[in-house]
């Protein structure tokens, strides 16, 4: 059932860089095992399951789909590089922990979207080429989920109540994993990443957008430039504290 209230894109948009910079300014002060880790943390699982929602939505009405992808591409490369500086203070990612960021994620579910409408990869070889981008957004951020959530968006566009009822499924499948192996690998801290399951906080966000894009579409280049702009400054402030 659709919302009384109404969000548009552009408004979903600012939410999610708002939560995103809160999470990353946690990610690089704040231990995620205190009290204002966790809140921190909660606020910023908003961020994912909307820009996953809203490349779904990007891909269905952009009016370029080879332009949209060239765009967001040539993003995800800058970000890479962005985000391993953010989370290392070097432009390459350390020796065997490579994480590319969440914009090398959403470029590889834009290109599964574009794959599963294809009418030229068909057969056995889209669902091989599915399976190598499911697997190459293993080096990036929100791995694999990053990859799924489009195209189960996608897919169920004209479904809105089995968008959000898988998205719900998933959502806490993927932050009880986390949790589990988080419990595993630090048994003194079995509840450090509980603030997975604040994924669940998007649904009734994403309830509330009613396919209004609102805005300019000068805008646009602000969201491109913001997440690997963010991250520079947080870890260039953070070197400057040192």
């Given at each position: 059932?659709?919302?009384?209230?109404?969000?548009?894109?552009?408004?979903?948009?600012?939410?999610?860089?708002?939560?995103?910079?809160?999470?990353?300014?946690?990610?690089?002060?704040?231990?995620?095992?205190?009290?204002?880790?966790?809140?921190?943390?909660?606020?910023?699982?908003?961020?994912?399951?909307?820009?996953?929602?809203?490349?779904?939505?990007?891909?269905?009405?952009?009016?370029?789909?080879?332009?949209?992808?060239?765009?967001?591409?040539?993003?995800?490369?800058?970000s890479a590089f962005?985000?391993?500086?953010?989370?290392?203070?070097?432009?390459?990612?350390?020796?065997?922990?490579?994480?590319?960021?969440?914009?090398?994620?959403?470029?590889?579910?834009?290109?599964?979207?574009?794959?599963?409408?294809?009418?030229?990869?068909?057969?056995?070889?889209?669902?091989?080429?599915?399976?190598?981008?499911?697997?190459?957004?293993?080096?990036?951020?929100?791995?694999?989920?990053?990859?799924?959530?489009?195209?189960?968006?996608?897919?169920?566009?004209?479904?809105?109540?089995?968008?959000?009822?898988?998205?719900?499924?998933?959502?806490?499948?993927?932050?009880?994993?986390?949790?589990?192996?988080?419990?595993?690998?630090?048994?003194?801290?079995?509840?450090?990443?509980?603030?997975?399951?604040?994924?669940?906080?998007?649904?009734?966000?994403?309830n509330c957008y009613?396919?209004?894009?609102?805005?300019?579409?000068?805008?646009?280049?602000?969201?491109?430039?913001?997440?690997?702009?963010?991250?520079?400054?947080?870890?260039?402030?953070?070197?400057?504290?040192?």
């Amino acid at each position: 059932m659709a919302s009384k209230y109404k969000i548009t894109a552009y408004q979903l948009k600012v939410i999610a860089i708002v939560a995103m910079t809160i999470d990353h300014i946690a990610w690089m002060w704040v231990p995620a095992t205190s009290p204002a880790g966790q809140i921190m943390h909660t606020i910023g699982r908003i961020t994912a399951p909307i820009m996953c929602y809203l490349l779904a939505e990007g891909y269905i009405h952009t009016h370029n789909v080879r332009k949209y992808t060239l765009r967001l591409g040539i993003t995800a490369v800058i970000s890479a590089f962005a985000f391993c500086f953010f989370a290392t203070g070097k432009i390459l990612p350390a020796k065997g922990q490579p994480n590319l960021g969440m914009i090398y994620t959403l470029f590889l579910a834009l290109l599964a979207l574009r794959t599963y409408d294809s009418e030229r990869i068909t057969g056995w070889k889209k669902r091989a080429v599915m399976v190598v981008l499911f697997a190459a957004s293993l080096l990036g951020d929100w791995a694999g989920i990053g990859v799924i959530w489009p195209l189960m968006f996608y897919i169920f566009r004209f479904d809105r109540k089995m968008q959000f009822k898988l998205y719900g499924y998933t959502a806490v499948a993927f932050a009880a994993l986390i949790n589990i192996e988080a419990a595993y690998k630090d048994p003194a801290h079995p509840y450090a990443s509980f603030f997975q399951f604040g994924t669940m906080l998007a649904l009734p966000l994403l309830n509330c957008y009613q396919g209004e894009l609102g805005g300019k579409r000068s805008g646009k280049w602000f969201f491109y430039a913001f997440y690997p702009l963010h991250l520079v400054i947080i870890r260039l402030i953070a070197m400057c504290m040192q």
